[in-house]
């Protein structure tokens, strides 16, 4: 039920929307404006990229771009000379110039797949070819940037299309076209420049009306107010400038407290929304000139997202990954967070952060520019066990063991982007995934699909009568989420309760050093017969269960909008609860034998103990030297 205040809120802002449609607001220009200097200098920026693997790879895609060759997620997509910016190129759907209202986006038949669309409609390769240009001299990147914003204005009358319909893509695009603003614009041809500012000014008057306070209060709404602050803020000569930071500034940093838990997790319960949400508030700080009042909360979110990266800064995906990214949206996506953790090193020292030089050039250079740190290695003050007590996340490391035990709720409202996963364990050796998570794959056009890959029995938990721990509603909402309680953790283990559908299942996690994990879940309910089914998404490792399984054939998807065949295992047990399963995750490859005697395991000569009231502990078995 919507509150007398929504309704009130969603009719004004209708009204205003139907309005503009009898009165576009335009801004009369004579001459470009001239951005407020509180970015850094572009020259400087780039003369801290010039000559480095990352200007290479920079200017690699720079040309495909010039040649309309468009590298989204992990497809190139080609658009030919003309492009057009209202198709889905990798479906081969257009969509139609209509009233942004009326544009069903969440149509797979009548759209293709907005993401696909939107991702282009970014602008974020525009920032490439800018940067190309600053490194290289090249003026076609300048004459590329300019007929690329001249026929998207075209194509795209105000309010009207598919690339208004959410006023987080609008924002989106309106970072972009700032970054290019700031770092080429004085190079711009003049006309050109004032259509892009006249432009990113309707952009404004669109955000300050469409924010998504009541349809959705998360990074939707936190960056759309970003991009009005940013425009207010770096514009302000622009008429209603001020108004746009009295909007902005108050929503974001109440999105900072209210988004943003003690611990530092993101209420979206994803890492990848995490690192979207740490990139905003970071963009904002910036752009604020380092207000004080915001280095508690920014230094706890990046403590958070060190820790769920671990010692390879490898990003695990848990949540939903939609493939996008705030400034840089090339690279594996595994590595994203590399570049947030060294604006981080930078922006808070004290932190005890190291990065090395390409992760501090794919952003920091470009946001921070002189006086940024580089060192030639990646590295935290972290080590051990965390555990993050909002989230429900617990990190395990023993030498190049990283695990990720996901012992906490959903996401917040519907979550939207959060996966049925809960109890779900994620280990990595090395650069090498041991247990993975299935990825995200889509948001709309297959509703199985999306399913699935969100579902339980796509993670590394339990599943029980072959039902989800909570109810998928549409795309973005769950119904009946499940009671999820960390117990206790400590230096190497972790143990947790997940409660839903009149069933408790316990899980407890032992890392033994970087010999084995070993897994112990208990399933419990009132009466009854059912089906357990226990699944891992396993490799670069050996599995050992305590009951017989099996393997069978899944999906997987390293990037959204992609998927490829995997094998994983599967342990299934048919019967009364309750029931005990018992896992080892075998490090060194080798299959063992498995002993269980009471509260006692044996495995690998590695002898654990897990009782009930109590932490687990492990030693080595003694070995009898020979006669």
Known sequence: MRSPAEIGFRLRQETLNASRLLHIPKLTLTEPLTPRPILPDPADCARLARDKRYAIELSDIAEQILHHRFPLFDQTIETGPDIDWLRDYHNGKSSALKFFRRVPYLDFNAVGDHKWIWELNRHQHLIVLAQAYLLTGRAEFLREIERQIESWIVQNPFARGINWASALEVAFRALSWIWVDHLVGAEIAPPSRIRLQQSLWQHARHLESNLSVYFSPNT??????????????????????????????????????????????????????????????????????????????????????????????????????????????????????????????????????????????????????????????????????????????????????????????????????????????????????????????????????????????????????????????????????????????????????????????????????????????????????????????????????????????????????????????????????????VTAILFDGETSEMQIEGSMVRVNGIVATFRDDDAPTWRLEAVEPPE
Not at 255 to 284: C, I, P
Not at 427 to 433: D, F
Not at 500 to 528: K, S
Request: hydrophobic share 40%.
């Open 220 to 581: 939707h709404l936190l960056g759309e107010a970003l991009a009005l602050y940013a425009i207010g803020r770096l514009y302000p000569a622009m008429p209603r400038a001020e108004r746009f930071v009295e909007t902005a500034q108050p929503i974001v940093e109440h999105q900072l407290e209210f988004q943003v838990r003690s611990d530092g997790s993101h209420f979206e319960q994803s890492t990848y929304y995490h690192v979207y949400a740490l990139d905003m508030f970071l963009l904002y700080y910036l752009l604020a000139e380092r207000p004080e009042r915001m280095n508690a909360k920014l230094r706890a979110m990046a403590r958070y997202l060190d820790a769920i990266a671990g010692p390879a800064r490898l990003l695990f995906s848990s949540g939903d990954d939609d493939g996008g990214r705030l400034f840089y949206p090339y690279g594996e996506r595994n590595r994203f967070c590399r570049a947030t953790l060294a604006t981080c090193a930078n922006l808070f020292p004290n932190l005890g952060f190291e990065c090395c030089p390409k992760d501090v050039q794919q952003q920091a250079a470009w946001w921070i520019g002189p006086g940024i740190r580089l060192s030639a290695e990646r590295r935290s003050g972290r080590s051990g066990h965390v555990a993050f007590h909002g989230a429900g996340m617990v990190a395990l490391e023993a030498g190049e063991i990283h695990a990720l035990f996901d012992a906490g709720p959903f996401g917040w409202g519907g979550a939207g982007h959060s996966h049925a996963d809960s109890l779900n364990l994620l280990i990595r050796k090395g650069e090498q995934t041991v247990l993975e998570d299935p990825g995200t794959f889509t948001y709309v056009g297959d509703a199985e699909a999306r399913n699935w890959f969100r579902g339980t029995a796509a993670h590394n938990t339990l599943r029980i009568d072959e039902r989800d721990q909570a109810d998928p509603v549409k795309p973005f909402r769950w119904a009946k989420k499940p009671s999820v309680h960390l117990i206790r953790s400590g230096d190497a283990y972790a143990d947790a309760r997940c409660e839903y559908r009149g069933f408790t299942h316990r899980r407890r996690v032992l890392l033994c050093g970087e010999r084995a994990c070993i897994v112990v879940d208990d399933v419990d309910a009132t009466m009854g017969e059912h089906l357990v089914e226990q699944f891992w998404n396993i490799s670069n490792a050996a599995l050992v269960t305590s009951r017989p399984g099996g393997t069978e054939t899944v999906w997987r998807s390293r990037v959204y909008g992609s998927r490829e065949k995997m094998n994983r295992a599967i342990v299934r047990v048919l019967g009364p609860l309750p029931v005990r399963l």
